[in-house]
């Protein structure tokens, strides 16, 4: 069988698939709060065989909404709000996943088909946090946190997870990529305090680690457990892939189950090399050297490139976003594609020939 469509058992969870759907911001909740967009977005996805459907970056605070249409889970009426979610994900065979974040200075921002910029406070905007007052781009300088924040902020994330878990969620992935929070921690380049959450790499690495292990503590043994990094922020003196590897090794000890392998989202204006798999060296790095499982995503948009990157064991899974907007049903095709015989949904059975 293609390798694509192997089951993996990570703790007590097992996925029919590694085809995973990665999160995406819709900006279609109120506050904070799912609708029916969402349980037709992410179930549709679920009906299309996908392994596992994961949530938009779900704050774990009001503030840390990416903008004021996002998902959070701060309260037990988002938690109540996700279950008929999960509840239809979980009925299709896939598992439901929850991606729990925190936007920090790249907090309270406008949907993109609004253009780009600040939400104010008429737009139903907030100030906004971070490690250090640097701003990111032309938005607001951010307030620095300060020891109190910081520990609010990890009491926040754990009590995201015991929301999580009553909502029917079977995995937690932590968002430490693309510029927000926690990667604002991590990177020299947006972290520039004096403290003991600053400077070096061990400080810079103590915040994320913290938010982790507070989470790993409520979060049962036998559920898994991810990590999404940005491997590198592409820029001199930033974050990087070494740097990368010291942080998966550390979240390996703490339990971290697959380390979710993207990039970028630090610094405006980068030049990135984007092109097809571009980003799976570094899933297949930190694979070979922390001993992890990871996930390779971007820019992966068909099922024998897909094939390709799990047989020449550059990630364990596969992670896509805008190939899911294009075709929901990916996981289905791919199946046919492949020469794999994959059970459709009871509904859908007779347009499979």
Known sequence: MAKLFTPLK??????????FVSPMCQY??????PTDWHIVHLGSRAVGGAGLVMTEATAVTPEGRIS?????????????????????????????????????????????WEGRGYAGKER?????????????????VPREMNKEDIDGIIDAFADAARRSLSAGFQVIELHMAHGYLMHQFLSPLSNQRTDEYGGSLENRMRMPLEVTKAVRNVWPDDLPLFVRISATDWVDGGWDLIQSISLSSELKKIGVDLIDCSSGGLVPGVNIPVGPGYQTEFSEEIRKQV????????????????EHILTTEQSDVILMARQFLRDPYWPLHAAKELGVDVEWPRQYARAKQ
């Open 10 to 19: 990570i703790k007590e969870v097992e996925f029919k698939n590694r085809i």
């Open 28 to 33: 279609s909740s109120v506050g904070g709060l």
């Open 68 to 112: 004021p249409d996002d998902t959070g889970i701060w309260s037990d009426d988002h938690k109540i709000a996700f279950q008929n979610i999960t509840r239809f994900i979980r009925g299709q065979g896939a598992v439901a996943g929850i991606q729990l974040g925190h936007a920090g200075r790249k907090a309270s921002t406008i949907p993109p």
């Open 124 to 140: 139903g905007g907030w100030p906004t946090e971070a490690p250090s007052a640097l701003a990111f781009d032309n938005l607001p």
């Open 291 to 306: 001993g992890i499982l990871t996930g390779a995503v971007g820019m992966i948009t068909d099922s024998a490139q897909a």
